[in-house]
């Protein structure tokens, strides 16, 4: 039984980490502009599919991988200079319909070039499982746990301690006050958008070796990492990747000791049932605003 709890443990976390990263992606749009950015889950896709174009074209698979971070990232500046940026100063409600819209052609694009397939990337350092205690798990689950806590440790770093990071934090406080001091709030919007697009390549890439990715895989994985986002605090990055390892978890318990059918339904159903008890999250704190 032991044994079991802790494949679960380990399975949840590996694939939780992804849904972190996805969630932190949100957290940094949201920050910087205060919109969802719905596609963000595309952004993960993307990152993966790319990666196995790039591989399966004849590059090696260090700069395949490179590649398709630098594409996606180019993607998210992209995003934001032809669909965020012309509809400045539009309610939250219009961009967040203008990122469902992008996600859906971002989908579609990739389908008609790439195909309906569902492809794999080679793992990081063979298929070898190694043992634990009873359970087992491959090689690619400690890659996925080490870049996923660099990214965070490397966030961390640029937001507390670089001028740059500084600015965009201030923009995600007041973005008049940071314009008025001398903050680029138009660079910071682009930047954050491409820090996302980073962070979802990253996940899409390190995750596809393990399930496998396909044109429609960042729909549900957008939706994962929303309710990671939710769960741990909006805006709070690492709440977000918090939230998204205790979805990974209780998903992969749910699905080991209940049924796998649901397995796609527990998340969401932790997150209405937090809601319930605490809608600023389990990191988050609750605002209070004078009117």
Not at 70 to 93: H, Y
Not at 280 to 287: K, P, T, W
Request: proline letters at 3%; one cysteine or more.
């Amino acid at each position: 039984m032991f044994s079991s709890y802790l494949q679960y443990l380990i399975s949840g976390l590996t694939v939780g980490a992804t849904y972190g990263l996805t969630g932190l992606g949100f957290t940094i749009i949201f920050n910087t502009t205060g919109i969802i950015n719905f596609a963000q889950g595309e952004f993960v896709m993307l990152g993966g599919m790319l990666a196995v174009f790039l591989y399966a074209s004849g590059i090696p698979l260090p700069l395949a991988l490179l590649g398709a971070i630098v594409a996606t990232t180019i993607v998210g500046a992209l995003m934001e200079r032809l669909t965020i940026r012309p509809v400045k100063g539009g309610s939250s409600i219009q961009l967040i319909i203008i990122t469902i819209g992008v996600s859906i052609v971002i989908r579609g694009i990739v389908m008609l070039t790439l195909g309906k397939d569902t492809f794999a990337l080679p793992h990081f350092s063979g298929e070898t499982p190694i043992a634990l205690a009873g359970a087992s798990f491959m090689p690619q689950s400690i890659w996925i746990l080490a870049i996923t806590g660099l990214i965070l440790a490397a966030l961390r770093y640029f937001f507390k301690r670089t001028l740059f990071g500084k600015a965009m934090l201030a923009c995600s406080f007041d973005r008049k006050a940071a314009y008025l001091v001398g903050v680029s709030v138009e660079r910071m919007v682009l930047f954050s958008f491409m820090l996302s697009a980073f962070v979802g390549a990253v996940g899409g890439i390190i995750l596809a070796p393990l399930t496998l990715t396909s044109y429609d895989r960042g729909i549900m994985l957008g939706l994962k990492g929303f309710a990671a986002c939710i769960l741990g605090g909006l805006g709070n990055p690492f709440g977000a990747a918090a939230g998204g390892l205790i979805i990974g978890v209780l998903e992969s318990f749910g699905a080991g000791l209940i049924s796998s059918g649901y397995k796609d339904a527990f998340a969401f159903i932790v997150l209405l049932l937090l809601l319930f008890v605490k809608p600023s999250g389990l990191f988050g704190r609750a605002q209070v605003k004078r009117v």
